[in-house]
């Protein structure tokens, strides 16, 4: 029993030893033997851009129509049926030309018989005043004579104005823009005959936002603002600040500013587009950055990835000034010579690596 008790005591010995000497091996093994680093960073292959600055791009552009200084539909006062309507469609008319007729014999006529009835009227005060004077009439009989007669005159007065009004006269130097009614038409009172368009002054109408219509308002002068005309290749017209209407758009958020051509070109029609540049007097220096480049989905104010010298992307995030083209001024935030992401910003991360790319 002694014997198998001491060889039971020798196997569980050599068995420590021999585990012990295993672990040994093994802590050896892994430190000749250390494990593999971790696997190699895969960067993100993206195009990038140089954010560079350049003067003026503080500029902003907008779409504006053109529109005359004032337009009016112009009627006859009086019914009846239209004799002559002088010009045509097009045509410029000075301020005093007659521009359209009724036909006036019936108010010729209504002339001649309130003409007839103050005549009258007149006789008949001055008979009774005569009466008066002797005493054989009374004072009352003349007061009623004389307010005939008034009634007879104020008569005639409404009959030569209506004789008036079966013509029109250009009330102001015009271009007659349409005809609204044709020759021996009968019309009745205020209904429009002639658009006529005063162009002594042009206007270019545009829509500013809450920003610009401000300066706009407080600072007019500090700015400067030019047209130029699809349908006019290669012209470039200044424009001054006319009109303002400071009630909102309640949609858009946008303000009706009316901007009047310095130098109005003859070949410049109301109705017709207009691009308009408007631009501080003083030269001002921005950030351009393309519009793809705008991180505007994932944070609460627009961001750009700017990388820094290890090629890994940070976001940034920035003020922006109004799209121009296919770039857009950064205002604050980023400066000029950092390079960004300029497209393909949905696959950064805070620290991704990137690496330039052309698509």
Known sequence: MKQIAYGAVVVTIVAGIGSSLWIWNTRADAQEFPAEATQTEVPVFVPLHIAEASNGLNARTFIGRVEAQRTV??????????????????????????????????????????????????????????????????????????????????ALSQARRALDQTVIVAPFDANVARRLIETYANVSPTAPVLRLQDVSTLLVAISLPEDLAVLARTAPDDFEATARFPGIPGTILSLDLARFVTEVDPVAQTYSVKLALRDPDPRILPGMTATVTIRPRQSATAVMVPVSAIDTTSAPKPRVWAVDGEGRAHAREVELGLPQGDLIPVLTGLISGERIVSAGWWQMRDGTLVHPATF
């Open 73 to 154: 539909d112009i009627a006859f006062q009086v019914g009846g049926q239209v004799i002559d309507i002088s010009p045509s469609e097009g045509e410029r008319v000075a301020a005093g030309t007659v521009i359209a007729t009724l036909d006036d014999t019936d108010f010729r006529l209504a002339l001649d018989r309130a003409e007839a009835v103050v005549e009258l009227a007149r006789s008949e005060e001055a008979r009774v005043t005569e009466l008066v004077d002797r005493a054989v009439a009374p004072t009352a009989q003349l007061e009623r004579a004389r307010a005939e007669l008034r009634q007879a005159e104020v």
